[in-house]
């Protein structure tokens, strides 16, 4: 006598079964856009806590050349522009208060020493 197991029980049994089959390898695409997209959310949040533009000459055109910039790289806990972006949004807004925001430019210029970043930007004498 063969024994009949309800339909919906087997349905299930499959679905667990194949949820456990799934690799890593399997999901890695799907997970590298979710933390591409997460990033991204995160740099313009952090764009916009800090005023939203270059702090130095007012650039806001493109957020891809907006920089963070540690005022204080012995304070710097982390880079916000690396694994930065998968902290919790209160530990990155710790670290965006050591930062100011600068255009690509600009923080060439500061690390060049061209610029002098004081508590307000003021610019260097050579330009
Ligand atoms: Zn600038």
Redesign the pocket.
């Known amino acids: 006598m063969v024994e009949r197991r309800p339909v919906n029980i087997v349905f299930i049994c499959y679905n667990l079964y194949m949820a456990e089959k799934r690799s890593y390898a399997d999901r890695r695409e799907e997970l590298i856009k979710a933390v591409a997209k997460r990033r991204r959310k995160i740099k313009l949040l952090a764009i916009a806590y800090k005023g939203g533009k270059?702090?130095?000459?007012?650039?806001d055109t493109y957020p891809g050349a907006l920089d963070l910039h540690h005022l204080n790289s012995s304070t710097k806990s982390f880079g916000i522009g690396d694994k930065g972006y998968t902290r919790s949004w209160e530990k990155i807004k710790q670290e965006l208060d050591k930062c100011i925001l600068?255009?690509?430019?600009?923080?060439r210029e500061i690390e060049a020493g061209i610029t002098q970043p004081f508590g307000v930007i003021q610019r260097g004498k050579t330009r």
Not at 54 to 59: F, N
């Open positions: 270059c702090q130095v000459c007012g650039y600068v255009c690509a430019n600009c923080h």
